[in-house]
């Protein structure tokens, strides 16, 4: 199983950016799909997640309103979409798949992990 993330970069506060995942060895649509991000000297956090059909998702506050999530069953690839970024939002943004299928937050429920994309944001 192989989950790569790509699409990170340097950008401005108030810009957006759109992350990608795209996934190999697995039977993607039947996965929820995660994301997470990690900040130098910080834990790792819950970002958001979209349930193997796409029908239904779930942010973390920090997030809401701002990112978006979203899946194309068709391409095997979760995407992020990030409008309106801030400066703490800069992080290694990770993609997880979950078999369970189920719309949850907690890392560990979480079966394959990909490598991930920095995403940096400048004032």
Sequence with gaps: VQLQAYGGGLVQAGDSLR??????????SLYAMGWFRQAPGKEREFVAVIS?????TRYADSVKGRFTISRDNA?????LQM??????????YY?????GGATTNVGWHYDY?????QVTVSS
């Design 19 to 28: 992350l990608s995942c795209a996934a190999s060895g697995l039977r993607f």
């Design 52 to 56: 193997w059909s796409g029908g239904s």
């Design 75 to 79: 391409k095997n690839t979760v995407y």
């Design 83 to 92: 409008n309106s970024l801030k400066l703490e939002d800069t992080a290694e």
């Design 95 to 99: 993609c997880a798949a979950d078999r």
């Design 113 to 117: 992990w990909g490598l991930g994309t």
